[in-house]
């Protein structure tokens, strides 16, 4: 499957985005989703995933309460809505897969559990 994502940009902390990630070349109903960021000079660390219905999500500590992760199975698409931004988010936000037909919880595994990974896009906060 390949991942696309978009959505990313330059924010005041305390502000909202919401990144999209289209996905294509396979049924997308089969694979859980996640995403991933990565900040400067630090480790790509898991964010949030959701199973193939959407039915369930996982949140990592930091970003619990502010984001939230969704998809839409018929456009394709998993989205993360990110409200009230810290500077602490600034990072390349990356939408990422484990194989077909495996659990999202897979993805909180780390990196080790992603076999598909989209081009990141990158949020920046301003303090």
């Known amino acids: 499957v390949q991942l696309q994502a978009s959505g990313g940009g330059l924010v005041q902390a305390g502000g909202s985005l919401r990144l999209s990630c289209a996905a294509s070349g396979r049924t997308f109903s089969n694979y859980a989703m996640g995403w991933f960021r990565q900040a400067p000079g630090k480790e790509r660390e898991f964010v949030s995933a959701?199973?193939?219905?959407?039915?369930?999500?996982y949140y990592a500590d930091s970003v619990k309460g502010r984001f939230t992760i969704s998809r839409d199975n018929a456009k394709n698409t998993v989205y993360l809505q990110m409200n009230s931004l810290k500077p602490e988010d600034t990072a390349v936000y990356y939408c990422?897969?484990?194989?077909?037909?495996?659990?999202?919880?897979?993805?909180?595994?780390?990196?080790?559990?992603?076999?598909?990974w989209g081009k990141g896009t990158l949020v920046t906060v301003s303090s």
């Open positions: 990422a897969a484990p194989p077909e037909n495996s659990s999202w919880y897979q993805l909180t595994k780390g990196v080790y559990g992603v076999d598909y």
């Open positions: 959701i199973s193939w219905s959407g039915g369930s999500t």
